[in-house]
């Protein structure tokens, strides 16, 4: 099993999927992060049919500080502004053939040997995994807004 720690949590994955913590990669951090306002997902991992595109956020202990971003869907706007972000920032991987995301561009491109044949098939899944206090704590809120599977 390939391990990613994110914040306090580990994430698990399969030895034969392709995972990489995408904020914190060489890519992100000397090109794309230079584009005023850009923003990444914590973790992109890609199976043999899906590209995952994994937003963490851990509120435990912070349920005062995070009650207004949550309850005024601030904290969706930025997850669908940062899977927005990391799709374009993989094209510009894609530009300038960055061999740390190869993986994760190949996938979207037709011919590669993480893409499938049909490009329908491809599915990008974007997975906003939020983490909040015990359970009482956490009925002030209650997310609502599915981000869904995107495909092409």
């Not at 994110?6 to 392709?18: G, R, V, Y």
């Not at 491109?109 to 909040?132: M, N, P, W």
Request: net charge neutral; glycine share 4%.
């Amino acid at each position: 099993m390939k391990t990613i720690e994110e914040q306090k949590l580990t994430f698990a994955f399969p030895d034969n999927w392709e995972v990489i913590k995408y904020d914190e990669s060489h890519f992100f951090m000397n090109h794309v992060r230079k584009s005023q306002g850009s923003k990444a997902v914590d973790i992109l991992a890609l199976s043999d049919n899906r590209l995952f595109l994994i937003e963490i956020k851990d509120f435990r202990g912070y349920r005062i500080e995070s009650k207004k971003s949550l309850r005024s869907n601030e904290v969706l706007n930025e997850v669908v502004q940062k899977v927005r972000d990391t799709v374009t920032g993989l094209y510009a991987a894609y530009r300038r053939q960055s061999e740390e995301l190869a993986p994760f561009y190949h996938y979207l491109c037709t011919g590669s040997k993480y893409s499938t044949d049909v490009r329908h098939q491809r599915k990008i899944i974007a997975v906003f995994f939020l983490e909040q206090d015990t359970q009482s704590d956490a009925e002030f809120f209650s997310l609502q807004c599915p981000l869904g599977h995107f495909s092409y």
